[in-house]
């Protein structure tokens, strides 16, 4: 039996509408079940406390700390090495072997467990250059994660700039560095942003790397070479090892919040970046 | 000496220098010399040892059928076919005497003296003063009292000042088509070039503004070189002196516009000009 083309169409409609729903459905279920459990607990005090009872009670100012200290340092060092490189990729080597190795290399480094990242910071940064259990060895951890997404949408980011921007400004007499920095970059700062808010997600959220290099000490960090404790890596401990639900629930509270926060901020800012840019 | 007395000795250089370069040489001196240049893309033989000179304040019309090398004859000059992959050239192009595809020569600045205008309008995504305003900070132009005058001369003399003047600060992109290419010749401009060239400026453009960019062209030439590739035989013969046939890569024919066009030396230039190929 064949279905008439306004029946096919009126069918595909339906079903699509229904997998959309789907998808957006559950994200919704995770974030209201997390938030009604969580948000309850997210008072003031449960802010700017410290925990206490290795947080069956108290607050979690100091692992807000050591998150924000941690996630912060990792985009830090990861965006301005990773627009780098993919300025280099991009404008100032012509495609051959060095340029697919490194495209390669990336596109493998993405797809590696973020616990194999983090064995490897265990290994790299806390034993062998001594850094120790740290916000340091855990920032450098994460940003080697980061990388090739940085990486790869900033360099398509690049490439979407139109060539006859680059001929134009070539044109009027600049040098490649002036093109680059005020054409191309300018251009592409959107989906560089992008980019950027994508490895700020994937730090704040990532616990097998960051256990395994910054530890989990629950003091405030006072240097970059303190044990700090992240917001994602305190809900698995207090949940896995059922010290309390309550708290766990409220710490991912603060999580989400915080993610969707940050990702209004910089769409916000990026917005605002485009306006003022055309 | 203070440093306003410097800055003011400084200025008065500055200005000096200026008249010196603003003198206009003497008519028919030849500015650009084209000595036995053949070029080619990845092997692909596209000009072949092509000499010619174009004169101070004169303007020369490059005509020649699709694929005739006109383009690339553009492109050598201001060496904006470095950038294709695959270019090659032999032979001289002499600005003033000077090889540009000597050791020495200083690109960017062969690229300033040197105004281009291409046969499609891109306006970075910029505003109106952006695009205007960016050649002459690559150049090292500071003074916004400076750059602003700059900017309103080189408007005036591609006839578009009076349509833009109250809209700087818009994006150029929302200017209609003809201003488009006569905000690129005057971004041109702008950068007080010695010799303008422009490749098929008006293919895209209504009837009103080809006579708009023509007769601006007309009051340039009193100031610049000009040469003007173009595959309309009546826009050659309205807006040049002098007119050079191009076909297959090779100079058919160089001479003043009015022979060329009524008596011309060569049967093949005689069968183009009255449409019996190309």
Partial sequence: ?278 | MSTDALQTAIEAGEARQAAAAAVPAAPGRDKIVVRGFSASFGGAAVLRDVSLQVRSSERLAVIGPARSGKTTFLRSLNRLNDLTPGFSCRGQVLLDGQDVYGADCDVAALRRRIGMVYAVPVPLPWTIHENLSYGLRMAGMRRSGEIDARIEAALRSAFLWEEVKDRLKDLAARLSGGQQQRLCLARALALEPEVLVLDEPCSGLDPISTARIEEALGELKSRYSVVLVTNNTKQAARASDRTAFLLMGELVEIGPTQKLFTAPDDKRTNDYITGHFG
């Fill in chain 1, 1 to 278: 039996m064949r279905l008439a083309p306004a029946h096919t169409q009126r069918l595909v409609v339906a079903g699509l509408w229904v997998l959309a729903a789907a998808t957006v459905g559950v994200l919704m279920f995770i974030a209201a079940f997390i938030l009604l459990r969580g948000l309850p607990q997210v008072t003031w005090q449960f802010l700017t406390d410290e925990p206490h009872r290795m947080g069956r009670a108290g607050g979690i100012f100091p692992i807000i700390v050591g998150t924000l200290l941690v996630t912060g340092l990792a985009v830090l060092v990861a965006a301005p090495v990773g627009v780098i490189t993919a300025i280099y990729l991009t404008e100032y080597t012509r495609e051959g072997r060095l340029t697919a190795i490194i495209r390669f290399g990336a596109d493998c480094l993405a797809g590696i467990p973020s616990i194999i990242f983090g064995l490897f910071g265990f290994v790299f940064f806390v034993i062998t250059l001594g850094m120790g259990l740290s916000a340091l060895s855990g920032a450098l951890t994460l940003s080697l994660m980061v990388l090739p997404t940085i990486i790869r949408t900033s360099e398509e980011a690049i490439r979407a700039v139109p060539a006859s921007y680059r001929e134009v400004s070539y044109g009027l007499g600049s040098t490649r560095w002036q093109m680059v920095t005020r054409v191309v970059l300018r251009s592409a700062m959107p989906g560089i942003g992008t980019g950027v808010v994508l490895a700020i997600g994937r730090s704040i959220s990532e616990t097998a790397a960051v256990m395994l290099t910054a530890g989990s000490a629950l003091r405030l960090p006072r240097s970059l070479l303190d044990s700090s404790r992240t917001l994602a890596l305190h809900f698995y401990t207090l949940s896995r090892e059922g010290i309390s639900m309550s708290n766990a629930y409220g710490t991912a509270a603060v999580l989400i919040v915080a993610i969707l926060g940050i990702n209004v901020t910089a769409y916000w800012l990026m917005r605002r970046f485009i306006g003022k840019m055309g």
